[in-house]
């Protein structure tokens, strides 16, 4: 009897405690297993960005077009210089000597002898002829060496007036054919020889257009 009078005022004085606590307990919700669960509060969202934001987003400034330069201004236009080999004796009947050259640096003109000329455009003085060599004045000297120009190997001769060189010569073999150039400048010797070599390297053997007659023996 005492114990449960003892259990009744403990249970009195905790609900008068609760009661001045002035605080009250939210009911618990359970599950079907009897089991206290706590109030779930939804999760704030972030704000998603609208369809517009997501254009305005993607949407990028797009830029200038770049110039591109024109193929005329950094390939070479080649065109071919066709003609009968110098050497006659020595070369084939029926066959040319045939270069490339770019249309852009050189002209193939007549020059004033009429003969047919490879002219440099931007360098004065600068041209190229057909030659077989021949005999130089008192005062002129030569100096020979080989040089190999594309797969082609050349007999070059400077020839020079005192202590100028007055032009260059160019005898080489392709094929069949046996040919020689003269490089002629004033100026911008170098450049001018360079370019030359460049068109030599080119140098074949072609079918001539108007067929060479076969050299004849003297009697």
């Given at each position: 009897?005492?114990?449960r009078l003892l259990t009744a005022i403990t249970l009195l004085l905790l609900?008068?405690?609760?009661?001045?606590?002035?605080?009250?307990?939210?009911?618990?919700?359970?599950?079907?297993?009897?089991?206290?669960?706590?109030?779930?509060?939804?999760?704030?969202?972030?704000d998603e960005p609208s369809p517009t934001t997501l254009v305005a987003t993607l949407t990028a400034t797009l830029l200038n077009t770049p110039e591109l330069p024109t193929p005329e201004s950094v390939l070479p236009l080649?065109?071919?210089w066709s003609g009968q080999p110098t050497y006659i004796e020595e070369s084939e009947p029926g066959l040319d000597f045939r270069?490339?050259?770019?249309?852009?640096?050189?002209?193939?003109?007549e020059n004033e002898s009429g003969y047919p000329a490879l002219v440099h455009r931007k360098i004065p003085y600068c041209q190229i002829i057909p030659?077989?060599?021949?005999?130089?004045?008192?005062?002129?000297?030569?100096?020979?060496?080989?040089e190999t120009l594309g797969t082609i190997l050349y007999e070059v001769t400077v020839v020079?007036?005192?202590?100028?060189?007055?032009?260059?010569?160019?005898?080489?073999?392709?094929?069949?054919?046996?040919?020689?150039?003269?490089v002629s400048f004033e100026e911008q010797d170098t450049a001018c020889r360079q370019g030359?070599?460049?068109?030599?390297?080119t140098l074949r053997a072609a079918t001539a257009v108007t067929p060479t007659p076969s050299p004849t023996s003297s009697p």
């Open positions: 009897m005492r114990l609900c008068a405690a609760c009661s001045r606590g002035g605080e009250t307990l939210a009911p618990l919700a359970t599950d079907e297993a009897g089991v206290y669960l706590t109030a779930l509060q939804t999760p704030l969202t972030p080649l065109d071919i270069v490339d050259y770019d249309i852009l640096r050189w002209a193939l003109v030659t077989a060599g021949r005999g130089l004045p008192r005062g002129w000297s030569i100096t020979s060496s080989f020079s007036q005192g202590d100028q060189v007055k032009f260059v010569n160019y005898y080489g073999r392709a094929g069949n054919i046996v040919t020689g150039f003269q030359a070599e460049k068109i030599f390297s």
